[in-house]
Protein backbone atom coordinates (compact mmCIF):
# COMPACT_ATOMS: atom_id res chain seq x y z
CA UNK A 1 0.00 0.00 0.00
CA UNK A 2 1.35 3.38 -0.93
CA UNK A 3 1.14 6.60 0.86
CA UNK A 4 -1.26 9.32 -0.57
CA UNK A 5 1.16 11.67 -2.51
CA UNK A 6 1.95 15.12 -1.45
CA UNK A 7 -0.98 17.38 -2.47
CA UNK A 8 -3.80 14.50 -2.79
CA UNK A 9 -7.14 14.94 -1.52
CA UNK A 10 -7.20 11.81 0.59
CA UNK A 11 -8.71 13.07 3.61
CA UNK A 12 -8.05 9.30 5.26
CA UNK A 13 -4.62 8.70 6.20
CA UNK A 14 -2.48 5.97 6.04
CA UNK A 15 -1.12 4.57 9.18
CA UNK A 16 2.40 4.22 9.90
CA UNK A 17 2.74 0.75 10.19
CA UNK A 18 1.16 0.58 7.08
CA UNK A 19 3.71 2.74 4.97
CA UNK A 20 6.87 0.26 6.45
CA UNK A 21 8.05 -1.13 3.44
CA UNK A 22 8.39 -3.83 2.66
CA UNK A 23 6.17 -4.83 5.30
CA UNK A 24 6.16 -4.23 9.10
CA UNK A 25 6.66 -7.92 9.50
CA UNK A 26 9.99 -7.80 7.49
CA UNK A 27 11.10 -4.64 9.60
CA UNK A 28 10.63 -7.52 12.67
CA UNK A 29 13.05 -9.68 11.12
CA UNK A 30 15.56 -7.27 10.29
CA UNK A 31 15.52 -5.96 13.81
CA UNK A 32 15.67 -9.85 14.93
CA UNK A 33 18.59 -10.51 12.66
CA UNK A 34 20.21 -6.58 13.59
CA UNK A 35 19.98 -7.70 17.34
CA UNK A 36 21.21 -11.18 16.49
CA UNK A 37 24.46 -9.65 15.06
CA UNK A 38 24.92 -7.33 17.32
CA UNK A 39 25.01 -9.53 19.96
CA UNK A 40 27.50 -11.81 18.05
CA UNK A 41 29.90 -9.02 17.09
CA UNK A 42 30.00 -8.45 21.11
CA UNK A 43 30.74 -11.33 21.72
CA UNK A 44 33.29 -12.74 19.32
CA UNK A 45 36.18 -12.58 21.09
CA UNK A 46 35.05 -15.26 23.75
CA UNK A 47 35.11 -17.92 20.73
CA UNK A 48 31.31 -18.07 20.58
CA UNK A 49 29.36 -17.67 17.31
CA UNK A 50 25.77 -16.83 16.91
CA UNK A 51 24.58 -21.21 17.55
CA UNK A 52 26.89 -21.05 20.69
CA UNK A 53 26.13 -18.27 22.54
CA UNK A 54 22.73 -18.97 21.90
CA UNK A 55 22.78 -22.69 22.96
CA UNK A 56 24.45 -21.77 26.16
CA UNK A 57 21.75 -18.86 26.90
CA UNK A 58 18.45 -20.81 26.33
CA UNK A 59 20.61 -24.00 28.39
CA UNK A 60 20.51 -21.39 31.67
CA UNK A 61 16.95 -20.64 30.61
CA UNK A 62 16.29 -24.81 30.69
CA UNK A 63 18.50 -24.89 33.57
CA UNK A 64 21.30 -27.18 34.04
CA UNK A 65 20.10 -31.27 33.57
CA UNK A 66 17.84 -30.58 30.66
CA UNK A 67 18.31 -33.32 28.00
CA UNK A 68 19.79 -32.43 24.83
CA UNK A 69 16.11 -32.95 23.24
CA UNK A 70 14.00 -30.44 25.44
CA UNK A 71 17.02 -27.70 24.52
CA UNK A 72 16.48 -28.81 20.78
CA UNK A 73 12.85 -28.06 21.15
CA UNK A 74 12.95 -25.09 23.26
CA UNK A 75 15.54 -23.38 20.45
CA UNK A 76 13.28 -24.62 17.38
CA UNK A 77 15.83 -26.80 16.01
CA UNK A 78 16.49 -30.25 14.59
CA UNK A 79 18.74 -32.59 17.11
CA UNK A 80 21.37 -33.18 14.24
CA UNK A 81 21.83 -29.03 14.25
CA UNK A 82 22.13 -28.78 17.68
CA UNK A 83 24.17 -31.88 18.19
CA UNK A 84 27.12 -29.90 15.75
CA UNK A 85 26.88 -27.28 18.40
CA UNK A 86 27.02 -29.13 21.35
CA UNK A 87 30.11 -31.10 19.91
CA UNK A 88 31.59 -27.62 19.59
CA UNK A 89 30.86 -25.99 22.97
CA UNK A 90 31.70 -29.65 24.79
CA UNK A 91 35.59 -29.59 22.80
CA UNK A 92 35.75 -25.95 24.36
CA UNK A 93 34.90 -27.22 27.60
CA UNK A 94 31.77 -25.08 28.33
CA UNK A 95 29.41 -28.14 28.47
CA UNK A 96 29.45 -31.53 29.69
CA UNK A 97 26.69 -34.24 28.09
CA UNK A 98 25.91 -36.67 30.83
CA UNK A 99 23.76 -39.59 30.28
CA UNK A 100 20.18 -39.28 32.00
CA UNK A 101 19.70 -41.65 35.28
CA UNK A 102 16.41 -43.34 33.91
CA UNK A 103 16.95 -42.81 30.01
CA UNK A 104 20.07 -44.19 28.98
CA UNK A 105 19.71 -43.03 25.38
CA UNK A 106 19.26 -39.29 26.71
CA UNK A 107 21.85 -36.64 27.87
CA UNK A 108 21.58 -34.08 30.17
CA UNK A 109 23.28 -31.16 29.54
CA UNK A 110 25.79 -29.43 32.22
CA UNK A 111 27.89 -26.31 32.25
CA UNK A 112 31.37 -26.72 32.98
CA UNK A 113 32.85 -24.52 35.57
CA UNK A 114 34.58 -22.91 32.85
CA UNK A 115 31.44 -22.65 30.87
CA UNK A 116 29.98 -21.02 33.89
CA UNK A 117 32.55 -18.23 34.13
CA UNK A 118 31.65 -18.47 30.05
CA UNK A 119 28.23 -17.66 30.64
CA UNK A 120 28.55 -15.07 33.41
CA UNK A 121 30.64 -12.85 30.48
CA UNK A 122 28.04 -13.75 27.78
CA UNK A 123 25.19 -12.28 30.04
CA UNK A 124 27.17 -9.39 30.75
CA UNK A 125 27.82 -8.92 27.10
CA UNK A 126 24.03 -9.68 25.84
CA UNK A 127 22.99 -7.16 28.54
CA UNK A 128 25.73 -3.92 27.82
CA UNK A 129 23.83 -5.10 23.62
CA UNK A 130 20.42 -4.43 25.26
CA UNK A 131 21.21 -1.68 27.03
CA UNK A 132 22.32 0.25 23.98
CA UNK A 133 19.37 -0.95 21.73
CA UNK A 134 16.90 0.21 24.16
CA UNK A 135 18.41 3.90 24.17
CA UNK A 136 15.68 6.16 23.32
CA UNK A 137 13.02 3.86 25.11
CA UNK A 138 11.49 4.01 28.83
CA UNK A 139 10.35 1.39 30.84
CA UNK A 140 6.25 2.41 29.20
CA UNK A 141 7.32 2.23 25.48
CA UNK A 142 9.25 -1.08 26.38
CA UNK A 143 6.42 -2.92 28.10
CA UNK A 144 3.92 -1.74 25.29
CA UNK A 145 6.55 -2.82 22.66
CA UNK A 146 6.67 -6.20 24.59
CA UNK A 147 2.75 -6.60 24.78
CA UNK A 148 2.61 -5.63 21.37
CA UNK A 149 4.92 -8.65 19.94
CA UNK A 150 3.13 -10.94 22.65
CA UNK A 151 0.30 -10.16 20.98
CA UNK A 152 1.11 -10.94 17.56
CA UNK A 153 2.78 -14.34 18.32
CA UNK A 154 -0.12 -15.27 19.63
CA UNK A 155 -2.08 -14.26 16.69
CA UNK A 156 0.84 -15.47 14.40
CA UNK A 157 0.22 -19.27 16.33
CA UNK A 158 -3.86 -18.71 16.00
CA UNK A 159 -3.25 -18.31 12.19
CA UNK A 160 -0.92 -21.06 12.07
CA UNK A 161 -3.43 -23.80 13.66
CA UNK A 162 -6.73 -22.10 11.65
CA UNK A 163 -4.71 -22.39 8.42
CA UNK A 164 -3.20 -26.21 9.18
CA UNK A 165 -6.83 -27.02 10.12
CA UNK A 166 -8.41 -25.97 6.68
CA UNK A 167 -5.71 -27.75 5.12
CA UNK A 168 -6.27 -30.88 7.04
CA UNK A 169 -10.16 -30.65 6.31
CA UNK A 170 -9.74 -29.73 2.67
CA UNK A 171 -7.70 -33.15 2.16
CA UNK A 172 -10.53 -35.28 3.80
CA UNK A 173 -13.10 -33.93 1.46
Same mark, same amino acid.
Given at each position: ???????? @??????????????????? =???????? $??????? =???? @????? $????????????????????????????????????? +?????????????? @?? $???????????????????????? =???? +????????? +???????????? @???????? $????????????
Amino acid at each position: MNAPSPGS @DSTQEIPFHEQIKPSLGGQ =VGRVHRLW $RTAITSA =VRSL @DMTES $RWTVMVHLEKLGEGCTQQMLASELGIEMPSLTRTLNQ +LEAQQLIARVPHET @DK $RARCLWFTEQGRQCLTQLTERIER =VRAE +LYVGFDDEA +LNAFARALLQLE @DNASASIA $RSQAEYQRSRQG
